[in-house]
């Protein structure tokens, strides 16, 4: 049996609310109940928009991605400036202006343009033209370290490499030893 | 339309590795934004354990007033929220960033830009906390938890406690935007193959912790307006009814939180564990259910940290409270199922992950005893509190963390960490740790309140102190000898092979580091059939040993 994803999350939702019937049956007053309540109803509002989205066929893998996120941190400095208006003087929640007609500026350009082929992204080899596509996109590692590929003895190639075999059997039988040591005082002490 | 009709595809390439600072600041890869959020956790970690360390030395001796009262209320608020808002939560959610979209196949989170802006909030709202020591007034200095009326204007003046809202708040929605994009990610967004009861168990752990984040953070938002409105008007303080609501409102948020900073580690350490025992973790049906169970049970239980207003339904929240044993049983059979009998090896992760085991044990089972109201009504607003929270959240999730962290590194950077160093800092942390905790048991036990700047040789609460203050001595040092660890490693740098450790989940299967979209044709997802995929081609290859099997590409569950 494999659960839907909306399920999990509304049956979650449905073992919260389980509980809630419990607090009630124990006379928790109307804060209470009311507090849960509205937290239940968030997350089964997010179970029924899985729901919705693995209806609409919203799921699987999301190959097209955004290429840049820079309108985001306009979006937070204005956030922050709105904040410290509040917390000082309004007229620095006015500067918030500035990076929000940036965020407007920025945000479609950072999505990718339409009829492009995202790579390299794959999930599975089966995808030639991707494979094709590969050798021309080196990968060449993140600035903290260098990639290495697989080698030829990892199990995704071929058999596994040996394993260092440190033994709990030493462990095991003080456990047991242990065991019988105290049956048999038990015994005595009968 | 057919597919045909449509104009070829234009290759564009999605993530392209730029270097620092654009490629980073304005990145929308997944694995970019972890290290963001997690580097900036770690070094205010470093911030807030030198404020605890300045706190330890003003009371290793009775009398001292290295910092005055003022200030050590700004130093313990500021250390308190920062571990919890600023550091904590951010490793949990972070954590599951980076790993949940390589464990489940994904070439990147859902929504990243909004993932991005996420993490920018939680920045925003750090400088905004913390700018709270270059103000007149000085930082928030109400405690992490900010009762009201003592955190209204009326009691608490100055911009420092405003400032300390707005930062929560920040960092409140950030999170809640990362935790909601990979929840998203994890239940949506699975490569063919990776059905739901195929997750590694970290990727549960992360699905039922983004849950409570999402059921639970609203709540905080909800509170910081209830403060920010008092702050405005301190006189709807005057009315009882909005400090008890507070109250309520707050720790329907504060009670998850500390499962939401606690069940990815949990998830991490499950990993660590079996991996280092060579065998498939015990049990993983149950602890899937347990997870569930215990997430909801953690939702119900906020009220026990009301127990002495006489404001909550006691024997709900205590019957709540105590029921948290049986799914915590469950992960902790199923630890010791997975490490009994296993061929274990003692690698510096395993180490972190076996000291977790007891020392959550100890945080978990004196928070049973302060579920019983008889037992909170004397320890509460005591270093008992204190030891308890440290036991769970220092001894316990931090040493998860430190599990995961030394496990994942080689993935995340493509550089192997020192193992002697490694192992000298697991050494001083767990007896840093125990010397610096323990005590202070004793010293709730004894009387001593939380939150006092000093105390009376009289009191007696020397001796204790001292012991603690030498044991967070031991902690700062072997903070040093992390760090130490850390400079060493990326200045003196060993590559990382792509699974150094034999792991048994995807991410092990891709390059180290993983390339922009997680899995591409040279580095392919192996066949998904079970919840450790390659432990699965291990014992496969064991099976058929000497007749070689091609490379298992095909990602759509089917047989070989």
Redesign the interface.
């Known amino acids: 049996v494999n659960p839907r994803p909306g399920l999990v999350v509304c049956g979650w939702a449905l073992l919260n609310a389980v509980l809630v019937g419990v607090l009630v049956l124990f006379r928790g007053d109307a804060v209470e109940t009311g507090l849960y309540s509205a937290g239940i109803a968030i997350v089964t509002g997010f179970g029924l928009a899985v729901l919705l989205a693995a209806a609409r066929h919203r799921d699987g893998q999301q190959m097209r991605q955004p290429v840049r996120s820079s309108s985001m941190s306009m979006l937070a400095a204005a956030a922050l400036l709105v904040g410290l208006g509040a917390v000082f003087h309004w007229w620095i929640a006015a500067i918030a202006v500035y990076p929000l007609a940036a965020v407007l500026a920025l945000h479609t350009g950072e999505q990718l343009p339409r009829a492009a082929d995202p790579v390299p992204a794959t999930t599975s080899t089966a995808e030639a033209p991707i494979a094709r596509l590969a050798g021309t996109m080196p990968y060449t590692g993140s600035p903290l370290g260098n990639s290495v590929p697989l080698p030829d003895d990892h199990p995704a190639r071929a058999a596994p490499r040996h394993v260092p075999h440190h033994s709990a059997r030493g462990w095991r039988r003080v456990f047991v030893l242990l065991v019988v040591l105290r049956a048999v005082l038990g015994r005595r002490r009968k | 339309v057919t597919a045909l009709d449509?104009?070829p595809?234009?290759?564009?390439?999605?993530?392209p590795?730029r270097?620092?600072p654009a490629?980073w600041?304005?990145?929308?890869d997944h694995k970019?934004i972890a290290?963001l959020t997690l580097g900036t956790a770690l070094t205010l970690l470093v911030a807030m354990g030198g404020l605890a360390l300045t706190m330890r030395t003003q009371l290793a001796q009775p009398e001292m007033h290295i910092l005055g009262a003022d200030t050590y209320d700004e130093f313990f608020t500021i250390h308190g929220s920062g571990m919890i808002y600023l550091v904590m939560t951010p490793f949990a959610i972070g954590l599951g960033l980076y790993l949940v979209p390589l464990q489940i196949?994904?070439?990147?989170v859902?929504a990243?830009?909004?993932t991005?802006?996420g993490f920018?909030?939680y920045?925003?709202g750090a400088?905004?906390m913390l700018s709270g020591f270059l103000t007149s007034g000085g930082a928030g200095d109400q405690g992490w938890y900010s009762y009201p009326p003592l955190a209204s204007s009326r009691h608490s003046p100055g911009?420092g406690v405003?400032?300390w809202i707005?930062g929560v708040?920040?960092v409140a929605?950030g999170m809640l935007l990362m935790a909601?994009t990979v929840?998203?990610t994890?239940?949506?967004?699975?490569?063919?193959g990776v059905?739901?009861?195929r997750l590694p168990v970290l990727s549960w752990s992360v699905?039922?912790t983004n849950?409570m984040v999402?059921?639970?953070f609203?709540?905080l938002l909800v509170a910081m307006a209830i403060l920010?409105v008092g702050r405005i008007n301190p006189a709807i303080f005057d009315n009882n009814m909005w400090n008890?609501?507070y109250q309520?409102?707050f720790w329907?948020f504060g009670h998850p939180v500390v499962y939401v900073m606690f069940f990815p580690f949990v998830g991490a350490v499950v990993e660590v564990l079996s991996t280092f025992a060579?065998r498939r973790y015990f049990g993983y049906k149950p602890t899937v259910l347990a997870l569930?169970?215990f997430?909801?049970?953690s939702?119900?239980v906020w009220?026990h940290h009301m127990f002495t207003t006489g404001q909550?339904?006691n024997?709900?929240f205590s019957?709540?409270s105590i029921l948290l044993l049986v799914p915590a049983g469950v992960e902790y059979f199923g630890f010791l199922a997975t490490?009994?009998?296993?061929?274990?090896?003692?690698p510096t992760p395993m180490l972190f992950a076996l000291a977790f085991v007891p020392q959550f044990l100890v945080g978990g089972l004196t928070g049973i005893m302060i579920s019983m109201p008889a037992v909170d009504y004397q320890v509460t607003d005591s270093y008992f509190i204190v030891a308890h929270w440290h036991y769970t959240l220092a001894a316990g999730s931090l040493f998860g963390f430190l599990a995961g962290f030394y496990f994942w590194f080689p993935k995340?950077?493509?550089?192997m960490l020192r193992e002697d160093l490694g192992k000298a800092h697991f050494w001083l942390w767990l007896v840093g740790t125990n010397v610096t905790f323990l005590p202070m048991f004793y010293l709730g036990l004894h009387g001593m309140p939380r939150r006092i700047p000093t105390y009376l040789p009289t009191d007696g609460f020397t001796a204790a102190n001292l012991t603690a203050t030498v044991g967070s001595a031991v902690l700062g040092l072997g903070t040093v000898v992390f760090l130490t660890n850390l400079l060493v490693s990326f200045c003196a740098?060993r590559?990382?092979?792509?699974?150094p450790w034999?792991g048994h989940t995807l991410e092990w299967?891709?390059?180290?580091?993983?390339?922009?979209?997680?899995?591409?044709?040279?580095?392919?997802?192996?066949k998904v059939r079970s919840f450790a995929p390659?432990l699965d081609?291990?014992e496969l290859?064991?099976q058929h040993?000497g007749a070689?099997i091609g490379?298992?590409?095909?990602?759509?569950g089917s047989g070989p």
């Open positions: 449509q104009p595809a234009r290759p564009v390439p999605v993530n590795a270097s620092f490629g600041l304005d990145t929308t970019r290290l196949g994904a070439v990147n859902a990243p830009r909004v991005m802006l920018w909030l920045l925003a400088a905004s911009p405003d400032l707005l708040t920040l929605v909601g929840l998203w994890a239940l949506l967004k699975r490569a063919p059905t739901m009861l699905v039922v849950l999402i059921g639970a609203p709540s920010a008890i609501g309520h409102v329907f060579r569930l169970v997430a909801a049970l939702m119900s009220g909550s339904s024997d709900y019957l709540t490490v009994i009998g296993g061929r274990l090896v003692f995340a950077t493509g550089l740098r590559p990382a092979p792509p699974d034999q299967a891709t390059s180290s580091p993983p390339p922009p979209t997680n899995f591409t044709p040279e580095y392919p997802i192996p390659l081609l291990r290859r064991e040993r070689p490379p298992a590409t095909d990602a759509d």
